[in-house]
Nanobody, 128 residues
């Protein structure tokens, strides 16, 4: 039974920071590509950042480059997303997900349709 769980969301003002964490069990964490995704009300889920199994390759969507940092600690089966300089447009439910097929980390493949196992989400709200 694969289980994925996010934590660390909250409400912050513009310019603030949050660090999200994600734990995964029931899979070989060190063998899978992981990603962070978000979905704002009324909008489709989108890829925020993805990271390869060994943490060597990362991808960030343009709107978060220079502000967000994805990382992982495979010894702890944990994925992180540090978010700095947050903007109201970052407001969304943030999801952590794993790809059992170890999809490559690219602009194209850091998208929801490539990931198989999902957490329940953690809300991030950024006020002006």
């Amino acid at each position: 039974q694969v289980q994925v769980a996010e934590s660390g969301g909250g409400s912050v003002r513009s310019g603030g920071s949050l660090k999200l964490s994600c734990t995964a069990s029931g899979l070989t964490f060190a063998d899978v590509t992981m990603g962070w995704f978000r979905q704002a009300p009324g909008k489709e889920r989108e890829g925020v950042s993805c990271i390869s199994a060994r943490g060597i390759t990362t991808y960030y969507r343009d709107s978060v480059k220079g502000r967000f940092t994805i990382s992982r600690d495979n010894a702890k089966n944990t994925l992180y997303l540090e978010m700095n300089s947050l903007k109201p447009d970052d407001t969304a439910m943030y999801y952590c997900a794993a790809d059992y097929s170890s999809v490559g980390v690219t602009r194209t493949t850091c998208g929801p349709s490539f990931y198989n196992y999902w957490g329940q989400g953690t809300q991030v709200t950024v006020s002006s």
